[in-house]
């Protein structure tokens, strides 16, 4: 399985972004979704997954309210909807996958993934 992330860029404070994660490879009904973000000089921390069929959903406090996440199986794309941005979501933001997982199963552990996007970058203005 390879991840594509897509979508970032710049954008002002309050704006929006949508973050697409293409996955090419055969996705079974037992998979998760993650989106992570590393931003300068921090760790790379957890931002939102979801089980495969987008019932099961979590997001970090910090996002809850203006980030929703997303899947169309039959694209095999997930998304990141971005709204009401601040300055402090600039980061490069990372789509992950876990396959062979329960079916209602999401993570918010980096280390539950294995496979991994190249990353987008996010840059939000004051």
């Known amino acids: 399985v390879q991840l594509q992330a897509s979508g970032g860029g710049l954008v002002q404070a309050g704006g929006s972004l949508r973050l697409s994660c293409a996955a090419s490879g055969r996705l079974t009904s037992r998979y998760a979704v993650g989106w992570f973000r590393r931003a300068p000089g921090k760790e790379r921390e957890f931002v939102a997954a979801?089980?495969?069929?987008?019932?099961?959903?979590g997001y970090t406090d910090s996002v809850k309210g203006r980030f929703t996440i997303s899947l169309d199986s039959a694209k095999n794309t997930a998304y990141l909807q971005m709204n009401s941005l601040k300055p402090e979501d600039t980061a490069v933001y990372y789509c992950?996958?876990?396959?062979?997982?329960?079916?209602?199963?999401?993570?918010?552990?980096?280390?539950?993934?294995?496979?991994w996007g190249q990353g987008t970058q996010v840059t939000v203005s004051s």
């Open positions: 979801s089980n495969w069929n987008g019932a099961n959903t």
């Open positions: 992950a996958a876990a396959t062979a997982v329960p079916v209602s199963a999401y993570y918010s552990r980096k280390e539950s993934y294995r496979y």
